[in-house]
C-alpha cells in the first residue's frame, strides 16, 4: 500500500528478511519436535535434531586381525582383511594409527608403523601390512577411522507409540479415548447453541437483550469455577466421571461462544428471505432448518472448529470429569504429561506420542483455515 | 453412543414443536388466533431451552457454589460456614502471594508481547507476496495444545551435562555464543516464568496477528493515501495513522489474551507444576481442589480469579448491550 503513490518502498528487502526471521522462529519448535520423533533413542541424546540432516561424522575404533594370520608372500610377511563387518558399508574420510592423531591420514596413504613395517587402508576399509619381519603380539593393531554416516531415520518411534500392544505407555488407546470426547463435545453444543441462536437473533419475546447480555457475560467466566460444584453434581446425579460427564461440561462451557458466534452470523443475514419465508406461512421451525442451518454453514463450520480443537486439546475438563482411577478413560494430553513426568528423559517415546496428539488438530487447522479465520473474525471485530 | 446423542437432542427440538403446534395449540379448530399466537410466544422458549438450561446448571450455578463453598469448611458430617476463614488462610500463603505475582507478571507481558507481535506480523506479512504461507506458520501454534506446546518448549529448554552434546536448541545456541555451561533454564528462579510466558506468547501471537491484519486492511485507502501524500514516512503512517485506527480491535485481542493468560494452566501444570517459583493461580487452584482435598481455599482461590475477569465481564456487556440498542 505505500506504493500507491508510485514511491516503491526502500524498504521491502528488510520486510522480507524480518518476515523470514519470524517465520522460522515461529516454525523452529515444532520442527525439531518432528525431526526428533523419527531418531532413535541413541541419536537423540547424542546429538541435537539440528544436525539429524548433516552426514554425521563418526569416529570408531576397530582391530585389525591378529598377528596369528599373517601369510608370507614374496618372502614379506602380510596380513589383509576388511576393517567394518560386511553389512555396515561405509567410506572412510580420514584415519590414523594412534589415539593422538586420528585424522592424519587419508584412504590409500601407506603409513609406516612404529614398531615395523606398514599399512595401506583403502577408503571401503580393506586394509594390507606389509613387514620384512614378522608381526608380533596376540591382538591385532588399533586403527582409528573416521566415516560420515548417511542420516538415518526410523518409523520404529511411530510403531511403539501406536501399534505396539505390550507398550503400556502407548497412545494407541489414549487417541481413541479423546475422539470419543471431541466429536460429540462438538456437534451436540453446536446443535444446541444454533436453536437458541435463531431464537435471540430473529424471534420476538420479552428479556430478549437481557439474556444476549447474560450470554455475554459468562463467555469470559472462568471454567475453573465450575470445576468442583459440577464434580459434585455429576457425583450426586449418578453420571459420575465418564464419556457422559465430559461432553456435558464442555457441551456448557463452549455453548456461551457458540451461541454469541452464532447470533452474530444470523444476525447479519438477509431479513427479506427470512420475512417472506414467515409470509408463505412456513413455522419458525421449518424456516430454521430449511434456510439458517445451510445459510450459516461458514459460522456453524468456524465454530466447530473451535470446539474440536478447544476439547481435543483440552486437559483440565478431561483430568477432572473424565479420568477416574482405572486410568481406562485417559486422553492424549494427559498421557503426555504423565510421560513428562515419568519419561523425562525419552525423547524418542516423548516426541513420537505429542506429534501423534498434536496431527489431527494440525489437519484440521490446514484445511479448514480459511473458516477459522472468518469465525475468530465475527467473534471480536465489530 | 454418539448418534444416539445426537438423535436425542435433534428429537427433543423436532417433537417439542410437533407437540406444541399439533396437539397443544393446533392451529386449527376454533381457538385458532389464540393457539396461534400462544404458540408463537411459547417457540423461543422451546427453541432456548437447552442452551438455557445448561448455561444455568454449568456457569451460572457453578458461580454462585463456589461462592458459598468458600465459605464453607468441609466436613464429614456436612458443610460447616466458617465466614471469612478459608480467604484468611489463603492470605498467609506464600504459595498464593507466589502465584498471586506470578499470575501479575503474565498478565502484563503475555498479552502485551503476543499484541506486538502479531501487530508487527500483521503489518509485515501485508506487505509481501508469500505474506500468506507466513501468517498460516505463525498462526500453526493455535491449533497445537498447550501441553504439545509444553512438550514441544521442553525440548528447546533441554540441558544435558557440560560433557555431553546439548540436544536443546537454546543451550546449544548459549554455548555456541560464549555461555559456559549448559543452563536448565526451566528451574532458574523468576527468569523461568519467562520462559514458560514464551510458550503462551508462542500461541497466542497468531490469534492477534489474524484479527489485527484483518483490521488494518479494513483501513480506509484514502486516509493511508492522504497520509502518503502529505508527506509521512513509513514509521509514522504506521504509528500516527494505521494504529490509532485499530485501536478498538487491539484492545479486544488485549483483553481476549488476558483472559486466557487468566486461566494459563496446562502450560505450567505440565512444564514446572509449580515447583521453582512458578505457580499460578490456576494450578494453585487444581492443587488445593485435587491434591490437598481443599475445596474451601480452592473455592476461595477460584473467586479470585472471578473477580480479576469481572472488570473485562462489565465491560464486554455493556458494550453488548450499546451494540444492540
Redesign the interface.
Known sequence: ??N??G?K?S??WA??I??TV??IL?????I??LV?SFRTADQ???????KAFNSNEQNIIVRTANPQTQKIIDGKYVIEGMLFSSEKEMTISVWGVSSRAIDGYIPGETVKLTKGGEITLREDGHYRMINENPFTGSRGMRVFVTAPMAPEFTLDNYRKVLFDPKNVDGMGKAFLSTL?VA??AT??PI???A??A???AW???PG??L????????????????????L??HMHIGIGKG?LGV???H???G??LA?YLLRNYMIGLPKDIIENARIDGA???KI?MKLILPLSFPALAAFSIFQF?WT?????VA??FLIDSSGQTEVM?SK??EL?GSRGGN?EI??T??FV??VV??I???TL?KYL?RG??TG??? | ??SA??VF??GY??LS?WLL?NIFLPAHGKNINRNISLA??I???L??F???F??L???????L??LR?SLTERHAYGDEWVGLANYAQMFNDQKFWEAFRNNISWLVIVPAISTG?GL??AH?????G??NA?K?????????????A???????Y?A?PVD??????IN?LYLFFGGDAPQTWITMSLWNNLFLMIVLI?IQ???AM??LA??LR?IP?ET??AA??DGSN?WQ?FFRIKVPQIK??IL??WT?IT?TV??V??IV???TNGHWDTQVL?NY??DK??RGND?GV??AS??V??LL?TP??VW??K???K???
Open positions: 500500500m505505500d500507491i503513490v514511491k518502498s524498504l521491502s520486510v522480507n524480518s518476515v519470524l517465520v515461529w516454525l523452529i519448535p515444532t525439531g519436535l526428533s537423540i541424546s547424542t546429538s541435537g535434531w539440528w470419543t466429536i460429540p456437534i451436540i446443535l444446541i447453541a436453536f437458541a435463531y431464537a435471540l424471534m420476538q419475546f430478549r437483550a439474556l444476549v447480555a447474560f450470554v455475554v457475560g459468562l463467555l469470559v467466566v472462568p471454567l475453573q469455577m465450575a470445576l468442583i460444584p459440577l459434585k453434581l464419556f461432553w456435558l461440561a457441551t456448557g462451557f455453548l456461551p451461541i413455522s419458525d421451525f430454521f480443537l481435543w486439546n483440552d486437559l483440565l483430568k477432572v494430553t503426555l504429561v513428562l525423547w516423548l516426541a506420542s505429542a496428539s498434536i488438530p494440525l484440521v487447522f490446514f483455515q479465520v475468530l473474525l471480536s471485530i465489530k | 453412543m454418539i446423542s445426537v437432542c435433534l427440538y423436532y414443536n403446534d408463537n410466544q417457540r423461543p422458549w427453541f432456548l437447552p442452551a438455557l445448561a448455561l446448571v454449568y456457569l451460572a450455578y457453578p458461580v457454589e463456589t463453598l507481535f508487527l506480523a509485515l506479512t501485508d506487505r509481501i508469500w505474506g507466513a498460516s506458520i505463525i498462526f500453526m501454534p493455535m491449533a497445537i495444545s498447550f501441553v504439545g509444553s512438550v514441544i518448549w521442553k525440548l528447546v533441554d544435558r555431553q552434546d546439548q540436544i536443546g536448541l546449544a508462542w501471537t497468531g490469534f489474524v484479527i484483518a483490521a479494513s485507502e493511508i493515501e502518503i501524500i513509513p503512517l478498538g480491535t479486544v485481542v481476549t483472559i487468566l486461566k494452566f496446562d501444570y505440565a512444564m490456576a487452584m487444581f481442589f485435587f475445596w480452592g473455592s477460584a473467586i480469579l472471578m475477569v473485562i465481564l464486554n456487556v458494550n453488548a448491550r451494540e444492540i440498542q
